[in-house]
Every structure is written in structure tokens, then in C-alpha cells.
């Protein structure tokens, strides 16, 4: 493909349609409300390998949608500011490690996914209260923000270290 936009779009249009299969076809419901999900995984090694603008859209877009296919569209605006959050979070971080590609995607994942946690703490403290907020924050956002940190950065050691990753014209460990 000799369009560099349009290359750019459809690799952020498959890691939105991505995000949004891991979001809603792979969750379990958490026993205090909402769901755990693979989501995550998928937006931050979006992040990792696309640029930060489209990996942000894309996560955003991807996970806003999962909200709405799946009932739960008052959190769905949240969601993709949140979102878009995460993946420049996590964009940054790892951009940030010209040398250390691989410790920079651990600092953007871990990071990445504390804004997401924080995020959604503040959006259900507004919602539910502190309370409500807290039980959501412990039972189901930081274990999902863990599983999902780790599972992205083992797809990102993996795709790297096969030479994928310079393909979708984000950051490699290879990068002169």
C-alpha cells in the first residue's frame, strides 16, 4: 500500500475492530458489576505499534463501541476519553526509551494501564461514590490492568523480536 494515511487508518481501523472483539467477545462478568476483558491488551500494543494519535483513536473508538454493543453505554464517553488516555500514556513511555524499547514498553504498560484504573475510579466516584468506586478499583480494574500490562508486553516482545513491529510504523527495538 503506497499511501501512507491510508495505510495509517486501516491499521488503526484493525486495532479498533480488535479492541472491541477483546472487549466484548472475551469478557466475564465481575461479581460486583461491569466485566473483565482482554481489551486492554490489545489497545496498549496498538499503542506500542502504531503511532500515538492513531493508537489513541483506535483504542478509544474500539473500546467505546465494546461499551455500547454491550449495554453499558453510560460508561461509553468515559471509555474512549480514558482510552485514548491509556494508549498516549503508553505511547509516550515507550517512545521515551530510544535505547530500551523493551523496558520502555513495561513503563508504558504499567503506567498506561494506572491511568486507565484511575480513570475509572474517578468516573464511578462521580457515579456511585467513594465506596462504589473503591470495590470497582480492587475487584476488577487492577487485576485487569495487570493481566492486560503483561499480556501486551509479551505480544510486544514476541512481534518485535519477529520484526513486526517496524511494519505498522511505530517504534522498534530495531529503530537505528
Known sequence: MRNPTLRRLVQA????ALTCAATALLH???PIGGYFN??????LLGAFLLTPLWGAAASGIGAALADVLLGFVLYAPATFV???????????LLRSQKTRRMRGAALGAVVGELVMAAGYFLYEWALYGFAGSAEAL????????????AAAILLYVVLDRAHVSYKFGGVSSHDG
Open 82 to 92: 480514558i482510552k485514548c488516555l491509556t494508549a498516549l500514556t503508553a505511547a509516550a
Open 138 to 149: 480492587l475487584a476488577t480494574n487492577l487485576p485487569q490492568a495487570g493481566v492486560c500490562a
Open 28 to 30: 466475564i462478568p465481575s
Open 13 to 16: 481501523a484493525l486495532f479498533a
Open 38 to 43: 482482554l481489551g486492554d491488551a490489545v489497545i
